[in-house]
């Protein structure tokens, strides 16, 4: 079975997945965040999470992210 990765540091969603019982680990990537202020919010978060996984992704190649 893959092994599930959050690629995030983010306390809350840490914790929504631990309250439905999912087995995972988190890496925090290192992305540095740039804020493109033409983005709207929406489409913001997807191009940042996207990248964040990608980044984990290399390291972890037979997982889930």
Known sequence: MKSIILASASPR???LL???GMKFKTV???LKEVID???NPHTLA???SLEKAKMVAKK???AII
């Open 13 to 15: 969603r840490k914790e």
């Open 18 to 20: 631990e309250k439905i």
């Open 28 to 30: 925090e990537s290192k």
């Open 37 to 39: 202020p033409t983005l």
């Open 46 to 48: 997807r191009k940042l």
């Open 60 to 62: 972890y190649k037979n």
